[in-house]
């Protein structure tokens, strides 16, 4: 007996199982894409990070214990921010052989080596008392300072254990000088992983986290060295240049305002890995839906996650990594 003819497509013939909807996936997250990102303070003190509910502050030791979690879970690496006690107007704990910076390095590399990747987030506003990316003078940047100084501190936290030197002033020549300061001092195993970013309010809550004044920043407006939301070859430019001074590594940040942008990256470069930053404002943007507007909290950290994913990022640092692995460990 003959079948009736049908109009079923090849779609819906696979959404019949759930198996088959994962066979016929051209990619998948996994825990070994992820980094997550952690905030250490130097004065020991842990609580909930205000502007980023869920998040904690970590003392030296508690850093231990959260990547000892994150080793378990499968996730290769961390983002470190090392959060000062005290900041001056030069910068200068960021030089210092024994400053937090290089004693968590150090502590982390002797209890994980191999299995934890330790990438350091390279930028002034980490140590200068006004708490800006890069140095200035009468509300212009000083580019060349910046980038010597990065350079700089580069090569401390790389002497110190770090794995990958992550700069992220966005000034012009801070991937060469950090290249040039590590190869002068035999790292040249040590890679550069340089952000882009655009100039998003997205970055508010991490802000909030990082500064230790009350006052709200004044100087520099950040649109001076972070590109132009709505340029997209301005965006590119700055990719191109970073690449060209030789970083390894391109995170575009933040991601869910700049799919465009790994895509483009993707296309342009294939062979260099793109990370995307999956930004402090996108994790509340989660958690408030989660919270205030029913939507199911897990679901949409798995969407987005994936989206950014299929885009083009071959890893994704987020502050929902642990999560998002214990999730993936499930499926
Ligand atoms: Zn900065």
């Keep these: ?40 303070r130097e004065d020991g003190k842990k609580f909930e990070i205000p502007s980023m509910k869920g998040q904690y502050y970590l003392s030296l030791a ?17 983002m470190i921010f090392g959060v000062l006690k005290k900041k001056d107007a030069d910068g200068s704990a960021a030089l210092r052989k024994n400053g937090f910076h290089s004693k968590i390095f150090r502590r982390l590399k002797k209890e994980f080596g191999d299995d934890l990747v330790l990438i350091s987030n390279v ?34 936290h790389a002497e110190a254990g770090a794995d990958v030197i992550a700069p992220a002033a966005m000034c012009d020549g801070q991937v060469r000088q950090i290249r040039c300061a590590l190869d002068k001092e035999g790292f ?10 655009t100039d998003s309010c997205l970055f508010e809550p991490f802000f909030e986290a990082m500064t230790l004044s009350k006052t709200p920043r004044s100087g520099v407006d950040s649109s001076k060295f972070r590109t132009d939301v709505i340029n997209e070859k301005m ?3 700055k990719v191109d240049l970073d690449i060209s001074e030789g970083a390894d590594f391109v995170i575009v940040k933040p991601a869910l305002t700049n799919l465009d942008h790994i895509l483009r990256v993707k296309q342009k470069y294939p062979t260099i890995p793109i990370a995307a930053y999956q930004v402090s404002g996108e994790y509340a943007l989660i958690k408030l839906l989660g919270e205030h507007a029913h939507v199911d909290e897990n679901r ?4 987005t996650l994936n989206s950014i994913k299929r885009a083009g990022a071959d890893m994704i640092l987020t502050y929902y990594a642990l999560e998002a692995a214990k999730h993936i460990s499930k499926q």
């Design 188 to 197: 040249d195993d040590i890679s550069v992983m340089t952000y882009v970013k």
């Design 62 to 78: 508690d850093a231990v214990k959260v990547c000892r979690q994150t080793v378990g879970l499968g996730i290769p690496a961390v």
């Design 235 to 237: 965006f590119m430019q």
């Design 123 to 156: 930028c002034l506003c980490d140590y200068t008392a006004e708490e800006f990316c890069v140095y200035s003078e009468k509300g212009r940047v000083l580019n060349e300072k910046t980038a010597e100084m990065l350079g700089k501190i580069g090569l401390v």
């Design 300 to 303: 949409l950290v798995m969407e």
């Design 1 to 40: 007996m003959s079948r009736r003819s049908s109009e079923m497509h090849l779609t819906t013939r696979i959404k019949n199982s759930k198996q088959m909807i994962r066979l016929v996936r051209p990619q998948e997250l996994t825990a070994s894409d992820l980094i997550y990102p952690i905030f250490i």
